[in-house]
């Protein structure tokens, strides 16, 4: 069974940063894909990044390009996303997902696993 743990989140103010971190587990990764994606309210959930958990090739949405880093740490089974200069747009629950066999998914309905959410809130 697999399993996502989002952790990180907090209320920030403009142009702060902070680190969202994924724990993962109940399954070898090697084969996956780790997205982040995130939902603001009255809103669908879109997507923010993506990474093959193997090479660590990665993929962003336009809108964090530059400001977001995905990563992942093998030995702990851990992905993170890096958020730095944060807009008051950031604000959303932002959620880990797997995707198994996919290279760079940026679609919600290619990933079968999910982590419950952790919030984020900008301040401005």
């Known amino acids: 069974q697999v399993q996502l743990v989002e952790s990180g989140g907090g209320l920030v103010q403009l142009g702060d940063s902070l680190r969202l971190s994924c724990a993962a587990s109940g399954r070898t990764f090697s084969s996956y894909a780790m997205g982040w994606f995130r939902q603001a309210p009255g809103k669908e959930r879109e997507f923010v990044a993506t990474?093959?958990?193997?090479?660590?090739?990665?993929a962003y949405a336009d809108s964090v390009k530059g400001r977001f880093t995905i990563s992942r740490d093998k030995t702990k089974n851990m992905a993170y996303l890096q958020m730095s200069s944060l807009k008051p747009e950031d604000t959303a629950v932002y959620y880990c997902?797997?995707?198994?066999?996919?290279?760079?998914?940026?679609?919600?309905?290619?990933?079968?696993?999910w982590g419950q959410g952790t919030q984020v809130t900008v301040s401005s």
């Open positions: 990474m093959r958990w193997s090479s660590a090739s990665t």
């Open positions: 997902a797997a995707a198994a066999l996919k290279l760079l998914p940026v679609s919600k309905y290619e990933y079968e696993y």
